[in-house]
């Protein structure tokens, strides 16, 4: 059954630094998404990305956050200078044309220090 | 407005037993309302969804029930069993490719046998 990936799985950084958390979606998926969630707490959203842009984003998605595609499988989301409050575990998410349905990796877990 | 409401926080139910977690929403835009779920250290999982053209609908063990008038969804898991027991987010969304999932604030199912 196919599976969204990411990697890495665990990541520690320094406070300053900059991370980039990679994603293989679902293959024939055209619909992209990154959410985060702080220990113990409920899934948000971060941004959604179609046809090589972003299609929303949410206010935690500051100018320190970028995504990209770099090629044809991979999504990546960059924080260009991570703040303790950015750790978090973050998942990728793609879906299907015509279908709502939302599927998830098993998350990239980003600890800053 | 963009909030969904979940409740309970946590819930313990013998196994057998039949676990009911409630969500509630505001917005009338939402149209595509998925629960998920979770276990400890890996990505929300898929479960069943509902649309609110329907009132209910049966997958297996779990049940979602939907009161469009009231603005609420349950999920009904019939027959709890150890392994149900994880956390469970209900989401909503508009139900366009691009639309984020609005998640609850979880709720986390102990089944005892």
């Known amino acids: 059954e196919p599976e969204v990936t990411q990697t890495p799985s665990h990541q520690v950084t320094q406070m300053g630094q900059e991370v980039i958390l990679r994603c293989v979606p679902i293959?024939?998926?055209?619909?992209f998404y990154w959410y985060r969630q702080i220990l113990g707490q409920k899934v948000e959203f971060l941004v959604s990305?179609?046809?090589?842009?972003?299609?929303?984003k949410s206010e935690i998605f500051d100018d320190q956050f970028s995504v990209e595609r770099p090629d044809g499988s991979n999504f990546t989301l960059k924080i260009r200078s991570t703040k303790l409050e950015d750790s978090a575990m973050y998942f990728c998410?793609?879906?299907?044309?015509?279908?709502?349905?939302?599927?998830f990796g098993p998350g990239t877990r980003l600890t800053v220090t | 407005q963009q909030q969904v409401k979940q409740s309970p926080q946590s819930l313990i139910v013998q196994k057998g037993g039949i676990s009911i977690i409630n969500c509630a929403y505001e917005?009338?835009?939402?149209?595509?309302f998925p629960w998920y779920q979770q276990f400890p250290g890996k990505g929300p999982a898929l479960l069943i969804a509902?649309?609110?053209?329907?009132s209910e609908k049966k997958e297996g063990r779990f049940t979602i029930s939907f009161n469009k008038s009231a603005k609420q969804f349950s999920l009904h898991i019939m027959d709890s069993q150890p392994g149900d027991s994880a956390t469970y987010f209900c989401?909503?969304?508009?139900?366009?490719?691009?639309?984020?999932?609005?998640f609850g604030t979880g709720t986390r199912l102990q089944v005892f046998p």
């Open positions: 293959s024939n998926h055209l619909y």
């Open positions: 509902i649309r609110p053209d329907v």
């Open positions: 990305f179609y046809n090589n842009e972003i299609s929303e």
């Open positions: 989401a909503a969304s508009k139900g366009q490719n691009t639309d984020k999932l609005i």
């Open positions: 998410a793609s879906s299907g044309t015509g279908s709502d349905e939302q599927y």
């Open positions: 917005n009338t835009a939402f149209d595509y």
